[in-house]
């Protein structure tokens, strides 16, 4: 049995996360954090999800659940991540990480905390996104200099950050395959409650070839975190993505 700490468990992606591990018989929830301020600070996880009591309470401090966990797993947003990973680190426990919008100076602190605990950090942790990935790069080194490359997004109107952080990746990606491309132009739309839609398109004076990616519900990123989280057990410190979940190389 694997015992997790949810953080962020009553937002979109812990929810499902917390509702999916109930369902596990490999996994069991000792821990589950909110915001400080958050209404349903005190009340039984199970009551909040509507399945059996849980006996977990939601909490504003990861502290309380931390100790008897055996990885956390944390969507928050960027400044409680990394006071996450700050507190994963003095426990020495590993953590998932799938909260997007941390800039430079964060994934810095994340990669040193990894040199001394296992850390797992993917803006999309979407199995199906992270073989995206690999045709992306694939098709960005294969395909030369006549293919102009231009990428488009949809995500739902709640969401902050704008290219979303699976944009960047998939920017950066074209970007060191190939090296005479300097910026890749990204349109963002944010529509409705529309889940996470990526395309990227390599267009040419000849054919247009197009890699696109469309989630139908938030389980894909839900069941990834926690196929992560599974991985990240017992296994040495060190900085790891989805690549390595996957073995995709």
Known sequence: MINITICGVCGRMGKRIATLATYDSELSIVGATEIKGCSLIGINLGDELKTDNLGVAISDVLEDGIQKSDCVIDFTAPKATLANVKTALKHKKPIVIGTTGIDDKGIAQIKEASGQIPVLYSPNMSPGVNVVFSLVEMASSLLGKDYKVSMEERHHVHKKDKPSGTGKLLANIVKRARKDIEDVAIDSFREGEVIGDHK??????????????????????????????????????GFYSMNDVLGVR
């Open 200 to 237: 990227v398109i390599f267009d040419s004076d000849t054919d247009i070839i197009e890699i696109s990616h469309r989630a139908k519900t938030r389980d894909i990123f839900a069941k990834g975190a926690i196929l992560a989280a599974k991985f990240l057990v017992n296994k040495p410190a």
